[in-house]
């Protein structure tokens, strides 16, 4: 009752008066309403509506966004965003495999070329690593005999195992990754499998 004999009073004013000026309402901190044809400065940044002269609502501001919802918003787009092109790149790959393989059995025949033709690199990778510790353990017991007598070990002889280490290194390094790619075959073949099965039955 209070409220609306508040704004009776503030409509009350002359027509000239209101063509000159706006008539706001807004909620305090305390969830009080008021009326003016100023909004304080504290109250700038939230809700507040326009009211013309006859009482009627004829615009709404919505108060700004915290930073954390500006924020918030942010991550929800970039979130929404990316699940859209993870979508879109499903779909691309849903289309390579209904388009590239006639059967399951395709699937399972690429898989196997695959697989066999990291096997056969891992095979050489892993003579390769036998016969770099061979050579360098036949390097070191050199070494070390000539230490044992007291002899100088020659420079080309410690840059030679210097190198073999670092080729050793390289080679475990290339049996691990080739180790690696094999399980990573295996698995996106058993997904693709999987995906290729459920798109045919659809």
Known sequence: MIRSLILMTLLSMTSAGLAQSKLYRWV????????????????????????????????????????????????????????????????????????????????????DDRLSLLESRLTLARKSVADTEKSLTGLIERRDKLQSAGKPVPDKLNKQISEFESSLVAGLRSVSGLEEEQVETRRKFTNDIERYIELRNN
């Open 28 to 111: 305090d901190d305390n969830g009080q309403v008021h009326y003016g044809d100023r909004i304080p400065p504290q109250y700038a940044k939230k809700e507040r509506a326009e009211i013309n002269e006859r009482g009627v609502v004829v615009d709404v501001k919505a108060r700004e966004k915290t930073s954390d919802e500006l924020a918030a918003e942010q991550a929800a787009a970039l979130a929404a965003a990316e699940e859209a092109q993870r979508a879109e790149e499903q779909a691309r790959y849903d289309r390579y495999l209904i388009s590239s393989f006639n059967s399951v059995a395709d699937l399972m025949a690429l898989r």
